[in-house]
């Protein structure tokens, strides 16, 4: 289930033919905890698979799915993520403050607002998660999906 402190990644996976058909997506589930949605993907039996998912889960055990995925010579290519905030539905409620990592959604100590700064933003997708109204969003940049 998604957690509210967790990481959200969007990873681009390509499987050589004789993994195309083996289960090691659906094992970073029962291996380690992560979620993921499939955003696209093209497997055919005995023909290099390309998968486009995004993943949800403690930011360690994601290392560890994406070196088990290596072992299987999956390759991964983690896809540029960026962040944004819609400004119009932001309430500055402060739930993001408390857990950005690098402080790049903070409350500006004058205005009492909650400021973002995507130059500081290490796009983990936390805020995606705990906002209330959903005014954090994370999307690819580099157009593998
Ligand atoms: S959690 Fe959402 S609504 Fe609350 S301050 Fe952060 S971005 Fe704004
Ligand atoms: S603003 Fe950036 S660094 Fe902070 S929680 Fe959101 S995605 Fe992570």
């Known amino acids: ?10 990873v681009y996976l390509t499987f050589p033919p004789d993994v195309s058909n083996k289960p090691v997506v659906c094992n970073l589930t029962r291996l380690y905890d992560l979620c993921f949605n499939i955003l696209k993907a093209q497997i055919t039996p005995r023909q290099d698979g390309q998968m486009t998912i995004e993943i949800f889960g403690d930011p360690q ?6 070196a ?8 991964v290519h983690p896809i540029t993520q960026k962040i944004s905030r819609d400004e119009q539905t932001c ?15 903070a409350v500006d100590t004058t205005t009492r607002l909650v400021v973002f700064h995507p ?18 969003d994370v ?4 157009g593998h999906n």
């Open 1 to 10: 289930m998604e957690s509210e402190s967790k990481y959200k990644k969007i």
């Open 61 to 66: 055990a994601f290392e560890h799915g994406m």
């Open 68 to 75: 088990y995925l290596k072992e299987h010579n999956v390759k």
């Open 91 to 105: 309430i500055h409620c402060g739930m993001c403050t408390a857990l950005c990592p690098t402080k790049a959604l």
């Open 119 to 136: 130059d500081k933003c290490s796009a983990c997708g936390i805020c995606t998660n705990v906002c209330p109204v959903k005014a954090m």
């Open 139 to 142: 999307f690819p940049e580099n």
